[in-house]
């Protein structure tokens, strides 16, 4: 039984381990209150500690997490990750992202008849948008 509601995320992630960054561009497949889920080629064995950052070229949401879960499915991995350090705040910031690109998911199928994956909206959002709701979120920072 799940503790959080999980919703459907294409945001790009970077990961790392200490020092070593994946070199693949990651998307995720769903967040969570709790933490996130991914598809690596790179398995990770459950208890490691990784380095989120979210988007990985400008980070509004870096976050320490730990690896609950991986599975081998097919050619990849899918990664669960528990949240270690986010604060109420981070993943307020994080969540409105998600919802915003879903928006924009929304109004760019029902205004341009364009049906867009999370993954092709959260790169869309993130090269149209993101200035404005980065620059919003760091004046809310100070």
């Avoid at 769903?30 to 790179?42: A, E, K």
């Avoid at 109420?88 to 409105?96: G, H, M, N, P």
């Avoid at 760019?108 to 993130?126: N, P, S």
């Amino acid at each position: 039984m799940r503790s959080f509601i999980r919703y459907p995320a294409g945001l790009p992630v970077s990961v790392s381990l200490e020092e070593v960054v994946a070199s693949e561009t990651l998307y995720l497949n769903n967040i969570s209150r709790g933490g996130l889920s991914f598809n690596s080629m790179v398995e990770l064995k459950s208890g490691t500690v990784i380095r989120l950052r979210i988007p990985p070229n400008g980070p509004v949401f870096e976050v320490l997490g730990k690896v609950a879960w991986c599975k081998k499915m097919s050619l990849q991995y899918v990664i669960g990750v528990e949240f270690i350090n986010a604060d109420d705040k981070a993943r307020t910031q994080i969540f409105e992202m998600v919802f915003r690109i879903d928006e924009y998911r929304r109004k760019t199928l029902e205004q341009e008849g364009r049906g867009l994956t999370h993954q092709q909206a959260a790169l869309e959002w993130i090269e149209k948008c993101w200035v404005d709701f980065f620059g919003k979120a760091d004046q809310g920072r100070r």
